[in-house]
């Protein structure tokens, strides 16, 4: 139950094209839903993340639709540009453990061609 | 102002010795938590960390052990290395339990 899928494994996108990546999740305490990017090299850097009290959140060209019913949650990368080629990471957290313990999917790793 | 900082970056270890990794987190930051990343098994969560108290544990072996220290700084100990612990060790750190968490950049362990 404490599982989060992600897909799909891998994903390639032209310059200017929007990348989907999904994830669903099987535990409905969890209440934080974080988006992480990770360079070769590099530790995960925190992107965007939502609460299930809202569908939708934006930040600059990245957006979580979240679907509460669903257990659903999604990454959309808008006019995606090379330098967005990294592995994306969902994740989640809930308040079983106050919100300190994540759980990620198993990441996706997206290319996107010039 | 300066992120997480793991050292050493990169350890290589003989099967059956001991490591300690130590992770310094941002500074006012209090919770701190550590990730062992592989490419089978993905970002698993070891423990973490709040006011020198465990507060969450993974599903690892009592070969993974940790503690804080007054400063908010970790240190995470694995003993009697085995082949399996070759992995990218992450630590994040947060200013309060459940907020977004900044990660580090890891410290690559390989065991021989």
């Known amino acids: 139950q404490q599982q989060v899928k992600q897909s799909p494994q891998s994903l390639i996108v032209q310059k200017g094209g929007i990348s989907i990546i999904n994830c669903a999740y099987e535990n409905t305490a969890f209440d934080y839903f974080p988006w992480y990017q990770q360079f070769p090299g590099k530790g995960p850097a925190l992107l965007i993340a939502?609460?299930?009290?809202?569908s939708e959140k934006k930040e600059g060209r990245f957006t979580i639709s979240f679907n509460k019913s669903a257990k659903q949650f999604s990454l959309h990368i808008m006019d995606s540009q090379p330098g967005d080629s990294a592995t994306y990471f969902c994740?989640?957290?809930?308040?079983?453990?106050?919100?300190?313990?994540?759980?990620f999917g198993e990441g996706t790793q997206l290319t996107v061609n010039p | 102002k300066a992120g997480v900082t793991q050292t050493p970056r990169y350890l290589i270890k003989t099967r059956g010795q001991q490591v300690t990794l130590s992770c310094s987190p941002i500074?006012?930051?209090?919770?701190v938590s550590w990730y062992q990343q592989t490419p089978g098994q993905g970002l698993q969560f070891l423990f973490e960390y709040f006011s020198e108290t465990q507060r969450n544990k993974g599903n690892f072996p009592g070969r993974f052990s940790g503690r804080q220290f007054s400063n908010s700084r970790s240190e995470m100990n694995v003993s009697t290395l085995e082949l399996g612990d070759s992995a990218l060790y992450l630590c994040?750190?947060?200013?309060?339990?459940?907020?977004?968490?900044?990660f580090g950049s890891g410290t690559r362990l390989t065991v021989v």
């Open positions: 994040a750190s947060s200013s309060s339990r459940g907020m977004g968490y900044t």
């Open positions: 939502i609460r299930p009290d809202v």
């Open positions: 994740a989640a957290s809930g308040k079983e453990t106050s919100g300190s313990r994540l759980t």
């Open positions: 500074s006012g930051h209090r919770s």
